[in-house]
């Protein structure tokens, strides 16, 4: 009998990373292997030693990391740039041995990893390069569907983001949001519920609330104004007839398609002024965005667009104005989450 294989998941600060790296190992520990994780924390300091050693466990606080000890590891999950050179450096401690499996997208060379598992919003070419496995969206748990307690009316979940990059949810972005939402729930003969995240703007949630309040069959949480309260939104995606999702989320999308449950995309456009001309534009995060998309090699480019573009092409989603359910959904299984998991295997399977 062939002796269970072990992996470890390295856990960093990001939980979007996170969970992706916790639903592959959970596909791989389904199918007989050891799943573990080691959580890392890091210095503050850690880009720079990163980036000048690229192989090291420099930037990690031991102290407050688990340990990183034999025996070692088959297989090495991992996500985020801060830990690709703890990655690396795990390999180099086991003589090689150790296969590296990165998820989303890598800074350093591609050639530095077994497989990556990676998304449309990343510029990885699978027909370029042998290591590359593109799925249609990023990991995600698909949600058990669960019926709505007695005499709840079904509805249509609002799945609300915020700013991302270059794109900004305005007041008015805000209402014409709300408007939107309301007549798509009509539309289908839906209740309204509404969920905002910790990237909306407060002021753009406060005119999303004020627009709806008082509405028959509209129940709005705002992520702001709700602090303390328990959040709905995993309830929500378990019991929801269909989802309107703001289109710059790719983790909200990839949750409400994995459901298997008719899916709308609502636009967040970008600012109708020049960059240079909004208080936003030269914040930190916006700002270093914009540099990356001109600067950064073209690998290291991101592009949520994409994402959004083949959905729509493959019609596993439909835009809000068209209130016909798009004929792709209905399969909660189309996830990627066992093409990974496959790929992974078939990997394990090569000398």
Not at 110 to 127: E, G
Not at 143 to 165: I, K, T, Y
């Amino acid at each position: 009998m062939e002796p269970t294989r072990r992996v470890w998941l390295l856990v960093g600060p990001k939980a979007g990373d996170a969970t992706q790296l916790r639903v592959l190992g959970a596909a791989l520990a389904a199918r007989g292997w050891h799943v573990e994780e080691r959580r890392l924390v890091f210095h503050r300091h850690e880009l720079a030693t990163n980036l000048l050693l690229r192989v090291t466990r420099s930037g990690l606080r031991r102290d407050a990391s688990d340990a990183l000890l034999p025996p070692w590891p088959e297989l090495v999950l991992t996500a985020g740039r801060r830990n690709e050179p703890v990655a690396r450096w795990i390999r180099r401690a086991s003589g090689g041995r150790t296969r590296l499996v990165h998820v989303g997208r890598p800074w350093a060379a591609l050639r530095h990893f077994d497989l990556i598992v990676t998304t449309p919003q990343y510029f990885l070419d699978p027909a370029a390069h042998g290591n590359v496995l593109r799925l249609p969206l990023p990991l995600v748990p698909a949600p058990a569907r669960r019926a709505l307690p007695a005499g709840e009316a079904p509805f249509l979940a609002l799945l609300v983001g915020g700013d991302s990059g270059t794109r900004v949810l305005t007041e008015a972005g805000a209402l014409a949001l709300a408007d939107e939402a309301l007549a798509l729930a009509r539309a289908r003969g839906l209740a309204l519920r509404v969920t905002t995240s910790p990237r909306t703007p407060p002021a753009a949630e406060a005119a999303l609330a004020a627009r709806l309040a008082g509405r028959e069959g509209v129940v709005v949480h705002g992520w702001h104004g709700a602090r303390g309260r328990e959040n709905p939104y995993g309830a929500w995606l378990a019991t929801a007839d269909a989802f309107l999702v703001t289109d710059e989320s790719m983790s909200m999308i990839a949750e409400a398609v994995a459901t298997g449950r008719p899916v709308w995309l609502a636009p967040i456009p970008a600012p109708n002024r020049p960059w240079w001309a909004t208080r936003r534009g030269w914040r930190w995060k916006p700002l270093t965005h914009r540099l990356a998309q001109r600067l950064a090699p073209r690998r290291l480019r991101r592009d949520t667009t994409r994402i959004v573009t083949a959905l729509l092409e493959a019609d596993r989603v439909r835009p809000v104005t068209d209130p016909t359910p798009a004929a792709g959904a209905g399969d909660p299984g189309n996830t990627g989450v066992e093409a990974a998991a496959e790929a992974v295997e078939a990997l394990l399977r090569r000398p």
